[in-house]
């Protein structure tokens, strides 16, 4: 499966992105997706992950309450959704997909998919 991800771009502190992770080539209804950020100088790490109906969902500490992972299977398409932004949330943020599992996902090693990345920067 092909991943495209979009939406970035350059947002004041406290604003919001949403960035979309649309899938081609097959469909993902039965594939776990995530997001990944990688931040200049810094690893990739994991910030949210979803399973396959969306029914459960899961993200890293920094990001709860204020990111909203969501998915759109007739879409065939990941949503990321990013509100209240802080000037450290500025990184590359990346979708992911695995057919490996349907389930909740967060180690990059999971996933067998990924997207090009899309650029997010958060001014202060």
């Known amino acids: 499966v092909q991943l495209q991800a979009s939406g970035g771009g350059l947002v004041q502190a406290g604003g919001s992105l949403r960035l979309s992770c649309a899938a081609s080539?097959?469909?993902?209804?039965?594939?776990?997706m995530g997001w990944f950020r990688r931040a200049a100088g810094k690893e990739r790490e994991f910030v949210a992950a979803?399973?396959?109906?969306?029914?459960?969902?899961y993200y890293v500490d920094f990001v709860k309450g204020r990111f909203t992972i969501s998915r759109d299977n007739a879409k065939n398409t990941a949503y990321l959704q990013m509100n209240s932004l802080k000037p450290e949330d500025t990184a590359v943020y990346y979708c992911?997909?695995?057919?490996?599992?349907?389930?909740?996902?967060?180690?990059?090693?999971?996933?067998?998919?990924w997207g090009q990345g899309t650029q997010v920067t958060v001014s202060s």
């Open positions: 992911a997909a695995t057919s490996k599992s349907s389930g909740i996902n967060s180690y990059d090693h999971d996933y067998d998919s």
């Open positions: 979803i399973n396959w109906s969306g029914g459960r969902t």
């Open positions: 080539g097959r469909t993902i209804s039965s594939y776990g």
